[in-house]
């Protein structure tokens, strides 16, 4: 299990509790530090079976100043992917990815329904 995460963020420090508290194993890491790939993105997505917007960081401020709210409806699934590959703050954290299964921020009962399943 991958757990793409902001350690200054309560959100993702929440949801990395919440896996040691029940006993998951994964890696680490830093979304600003490395942030995903267009590649990563392209293919989480794909799997998530998700709208795109749920990869998008709509409460931080880079996206705020981008004014993406009004840009995203204009943009193809491409350009957004692209735009994701940018900048590991524009991304929805925490991110966890599993073989089967990703999920975009951190909502205990749906953590709880996808990830224990």
Same mark, same amino acid.
């Given at each position: &299990?991958? $757990?793409v !995460? *902001? #350690?200054?963020?309560?959100?993702?420090?929440?949801?990395?509790?919440?896996?040691?508290?029940?006993? $998951? @194993? *994964?890696? @680490?890491?830093?979304i +600003? /530090?490395?942030? #995903?790939? =267009?590649? /990563?993105?392209? +293919?989480? =997505?794909? !799997? @998530?079976?998700?709208?795109? +917007?749920? $990869?998008?960081?709509?409460?931080?401020?880079? =996206?705020?100043?981008?004014?993406?709210?009004?840009?995203? #409806?204009? &943009?193809?699934?491409? /350009?957004?992917?692209?735009?994701?590959?940018?900048?590991?703050?524009?991304?929805?954290? #925490?991110?966890?990815?599993?073989?089967?299964?990703?999920?975009?921020? $951190?909502?205990? @009962?749906?953590?709880?329904? +996808?990830?224990?399943?």
């Amino acid at each position: &299990m991958l $757990f793409v !995460q *902001y #350690p200054k963020c309560t959100t993702c420090k929440k949801a990395e509790k919440w896996l040691k508290d029940n006993g $998951f @194993s *994964y890696e @680490s890491r830093h979304i +600003k /530090e490395a942030n #995903p790939t =267009y590649e /990563e993105l392209k +293919k989480w =997505y794909k !799997q @998530s079976g998700m709208d795109i +917007k749920k $990869f998008f960081n709509t409460s931080g401020n880079l =996206y705020k100043e981008m004014k993406l709210k009004d840009k995203l #409806p204009e &943009m193809s699934e491409e /350009e957004k992917l692209k735009l994701l590959a940018t900048d590991g703050m524009l991304v929805k954290r #925490p991110l966890v990815v599993t073989e089967d299964k990703v999920l975009t921020g $951190f909502k205990e @009962s749906e953590w709880e329904e +996808k990830l224990k399943s």
